[in-house]
T-cell receptor, first 115, second 115 residues
Framework: DTGVSQDPRHKITKRGQNVTFRCDPISEHNRLYWYRQTLGQGPEFLTYFQNEAQLEKSRLLSDRFSAERPKGSFSTLEIQRTEQGDSAMYLC?????????????FGEGSRLTVL | AQSVTQPDIHITVSEGASLELRCNYSYGATPYLFWYVQSPGQGLQLLLKYFSGDTLVQGIKGFEAEFKRSQSSFNLRKPSVHWSDAAEYFCAVGFNTGTASKLTFGTGTRLQVTL
């Protein structure tokens, strides 16, 4: 396993700008998840893909947020018209195909700072 | 909805001392329970998990956890802490939707180890 890779690791932007994060999951994993972690909190579920299909979205994911996984491999998370409240660590995770194991493999995260 | 409570925000122990991190959950059925560790600059890593069966589960790095249904608890323990165990620890509860490994995390406990 080469691990889950996220890019960029840190993004500083001004309020109102758009930002995009990329996640490359472990190659044989077909399930991909996005979580958000704010200071002093645990990760909160945002959305989930199985292959290229987005199967679930949290209510935390406002209409300014969009996630894609066009070919069932890497995924992007875009935030439009960023707000200061969007400042957080955005975590990507993947899991294996097959029976439920509950184990998620996390990337190191992309930290967003909105000024 | 399921929830996870980690009552201790910060714990300090001496190297070589024993450790217990508390976790309580709220869920209508028997949950799937997990402990993850997050070290600075690294992604979340699974320490151990409980699905069913023996209520005492062993994990990596010498950690163990005990599921107590009557107390809705899943406390993490280690008999002798090493300085490298300093990190943030997250308890999580999951449920099998048939496809997703969606997890609900607690707010975490930061462990400091003194030499």
């Amino acid at each position: 396993d080469t691990g889950v890779s996220q890019d960029p690791r840190h993004k500083i932007t001004k309020r109102g700008q758009n930002v995009t994060f990329r996640c490359d999951p472990i190659s044989e994993h077909n399930r991909l998840y996005w979580y958000r972690q704010t200071l002093g909190q645990g990760p909160e579920f945002l959305t989930y893909f199985q292959n290229e299909a987005q199967l679930e979205k949290s209510r935390l994911l406002s209409d300014r947020f969009s996630a894609e996984r066009p070919k069932g491999s890497f995924s992007t998370l875009e935030i439009q018209r960023t707000e200061q409240g969007d400042s957080a660590m955005y975590l990507c995770a993947s899991s294996r195909r097959g029976p439920y194991t509950g184990e998620l493999f996390f990337g190191e995260g992309s930290r967003l700072t909105v000024l | 909805a399921q929830s996870v409570t980690q009552p201790d925000i910060h714990i300090t122990v001496s190297e070589g001392a024993s450790l217990e991190l508390r976790c309580n959950y709220s869920y209508g059925a028997t949950p799937y329970l997990f402990w993850y560790v997050q070290s600075p600059g690294q992604g979340l890593q699974l320490l151990l998990k409980y699905f069913s069966g023996d209520t005492l589960v062993q994990g990596i790095k010498g950690f163990e956890a005990e599921f107590k249904r009557s107390q809705s608890s899943f406390n993490l323990r280690k008999p002798s802490v090493h300085w490298s165990d300093a990190a943030e620890y997250f308890c999580a509860v999951g449920f099998n939707t048939g496809t997703a490994s969606k997890l609900t995390f607690g707010t975490g406990t930061r462990l400091q180890v003194t030499l």
